[in-house]
């Protein structure tokens, strides 16, 4: 049976498998995952993870011009002709990793699906994935097709003054304009931390700041975890939900989708506060609030999603 060789190239993971179609929808057989700060060479990690596989498709976290790519928040970077010549892959595609996330829709399993709103939707098959990671990431589903876009490029939404603290840590952190993915990520989650042990009167748990500042890779599970029992971790975390919830909301709007798909390892660590507080900001609208009741909205379980939209347009 054909497989290909799928790439999920992100800021955090980089992860890899032999993906094969069974019944027409892609199954990982086998994969790996590393971190991405660690990824020296591309062409070594595809030799030795897979002897034999002629066919690849990689979905990659960053711009892709031509056939080359580089990550937008690490140095790493990838050539298709580069990677012909080092390994024996004779056809590999290069897509944005949200491209991916897009095609890896029809791989999910029903059990993979934890919906926090069970909406009607419009009938028209529009559908929408979103996740923070390292940046935000977003893409819309309409039909068989998927139209992958840097949403999370746009200009912050705020609403209210304590919205305004919040940007003014971030101006002077970024020295210019605030973006919804320099909130709603993981470097994100921790600027809201930041910002409310200097500018709240909440107490700071400096043993449970110390495991936060020095976790590698989910801060959002480590602050999630400690955010019953600590009050800073509570409030960083609804204040980033709210944002959360706010982007999809607009996102969700721009195309009137009827599903939205939240994906990522942030998403699901956070899922406690998905079903507290999202669906509230995600409904608050003066004009369009019946119709956003409306939207299927669910957390997709599964982390391997890139990797399934990669082996599917590889396959494809």
Do not use: W
Not at 13 to 42: C, H, M, Q
Not at 52 to 65: H, K, L, R, S
Not at 125 to 152: Q, R
């Amino acid at each position: 049976m054909e497989k290909a060789l799928a790439l999920d190239i992100g800021g955090t993971n980089f992860r890899i498998a032999e993906v094969r179609l069974e019944k027409g929808l892609p199954v990982v057989i086998k994969k790996d995952i590393i971190p991405t700060k660690s990824i020296k060479n591309v062409s070594y990690v595809i030799n030795k993870f897979s002897k034999d596989t002629e066919v690849a498709c990689i979905g990659f976290a960053g711009p892709i011009i031509g056939s080359h790519a580089k990550l937008t928040n690490e140095s790493l970077e990838v050539d298709i002709e580069q990677l012909k010549k080092e390994t024996r892959l004779t056809k590999i595609k290069l897509i944005n990793d949200f491209h991916a996330v897009g095609y890896g829709i029809s791989g999910i399993k029903k059990s993979e699906l934890v919906c926090i709103n069970k909406g009607a939707g419009f009938g028209n098959d529009v559908k929408m994935v979103v996740g923070p990671g390292t940046g935000l990431g977003k893409a819309y589903v309409i039909g068989s097709n998927v139209y992958p876009c840097e949403g999370g490029l746009t200009t912050l939404g705020i609403e209210n003054i304590d919205d305004y603290a919040i940007l003014d840590y971030l101006r002077s952190r970024y020295n210019g304009p605030v973006y919804y993915e320099d909130i709603v990520s993981g470097r994100g989650l921790i600027d809201i931390y930041n910002h409310l042990e200097i500018k709240s009167n909440l107490e700071v748990n400096f043993k449970i700041r110390s495991l936060i500042l020095e976790e590698p890779v989910n801060k959002a599970k480590l602050i999630t975890k400690y955010s019953s029992k600590d009050k800073l971790c509570d409030m960083t975390l609804r204040i980033f939900t709210k944002f959360y919830a706010r982007f999809v909301r607009d996102s969700a709007l721009n195309l009137i989708s009827s599903e939205v798909y939240l994906v990522g390892g942030i998403s699901e660590a956070i899922r406690p506060y998905l079903d507290k507080y999202f669906m509230e900001e995600f409904q608050r609208h003066r004009t369009y609030s019946s119709l956003l009741r409306k939207i299927n909205v669910c957390v997709i379980a599964n982390q391997d999603i890139g990797l399934l939209g990669a082996g599917a347009a590889a396959l494809s």
